[in-house]
């Protein structure tokens, strides 16, 4: 009930933004032409056209063209009639059903903050133990949708920064998840590298598996 409150109250939020400024006036924005509930695709039913008066900042968020938002997952329930924008969808690339989690790095283990969005990585992890450090590779090929939360383009200047990256399973967020937080870990660009056969199953330090 709180979920589908705020989704209602965002969307009063808009049409009472769109009533206090005609800036827009006469212009066609992308609306839902019927509800949709948080995970699903967007398709060419799901949508409409209507013209509406929006405050520039709105706006801005918002959509013109309904082959814009098409092929996109909807990350949050979407009712009839709600202005689409940007924040309510998948906005990197259409319908990614790739399980998807971000992590903190080191830009010195980024590759020294070259990545860029649609690369592909391998991921290393390097554990202490009681028997020595043990460097493993707990994902293979995964892809970067984002770099850095608040840009999309190249790591920023500072120390560390935030990947979001797509897996192949939810054993490899899991993996993941867990060498960011146990270990020290390593991004290794992959992009047009052939594979070298090399495992990329993942085992806990200590077992041998």
């Given at each position: 009930?709180?979920?589908?409150?705020?989704?209602?109250?965002?969307?009063?939020?808009?049409?009472?933004?769109?009533?206090?400024?005609?800036?827009?006036?006469?212009?066609?924005?992308?609306?839902?032409?019927?509800?949709?509930?948080?995970?699903?695709?967007?398709?060419?039913?799901?949508?409409?056209?209507?013209?509406?008066?929006?405050?520039?900042?709105?706006?801005?968020?918002?959509?013109?063209?309904?082959?814009?938002?098409?092929?996109?997952?909807?990350?949050?329930?979407?009712?009839?009639?709600?202005?689409?924008?940007?924040?309510?969808?998948a906005g990197d690339g259409v319908a990614?059903?790739?399980?998807?989690?971000?992590?903190?790095?080191?830009?010195?283990?980024?590759?020294?903050?070259?990545?860029?969005?649609?690369?592909?990585?391998?991921?290393?992890?390097?554990?202490?133990?009681?028997?020595?450090a043990r460097t493993l590779v707990v994902?293979?090929?995964?892809?970067?949708?984002?770099?850095?939360?608040?840009?999309?383009?190249?790591?920023?200047?500072?120390?560390?920064?935030?990947?979001?990256?797509?897996?192949?399973?939810?054993?490899?967020?899991?993996?993941?998840?867990?060498?960011?937080?146990?270990?020290?870990?390593?991004?290794?660009r992959s992009t047009g590298v052939r594979?070298?056969?090399?495992?990329?199953?993942?085992?806990?330090?200590?077992?041998?598996?």
């Amino acid at each position: 009930m709180v979920g589908g409150f705020l989704v209602a109250a965002a969307a009063v939020g808009v049409y009472v933004a769109a009533s206090r400024d005609t800036a827009t006036a006469g212009r066609s924005y992308v609306v839902m032409a019927r509800s949709l509930p948080a995970g699903e695709t967007i398709t060419a039913a799901d949508v409409r056209l209507a013209s509406l008066s929006l405050t520039d900042g709105v706006a801005a968020h918002a959509f013109t063209d309904a082959g814009e938002v098409i092929g996109h997952l909807a990350l949050i329930p979407l009712g009839e009639g709600v202005l689409v924008q940007d924040s309510a969808i998948a906005g990197d690339g259409v319908a990614d059903h790739r399980v998807q989690l971000s992590i903190p790095v080191e830009r010195a283990r980024a590759v020294d903050g070259a990545l860029q969005p649609g690369e592909k990585v391998d991921v290393y992890a390097t554990f202490d133990g009681s028997g020595g450090a043990r460097t493993l590779v707990v994902a293979r090929g995964a892809e970067v949708r984002r770099v850095d939360s608040g840009s999309r383009s190249a790591l920023n200047a500072s120390d560390s920064t935030v990947l979001v990256l797509a897996v192949a399973s939810a054993d490899e967020a899991l993996a993941v998840t867990h060498a960011s937080q146990a270990g020290k870990v390593t991004i290794v660009r992959s992009t047009g590298v052939r594979d070298a056969g090399t495992s990329s199953s993942y085992r806990p330090p200590g077992e041998d598996g």
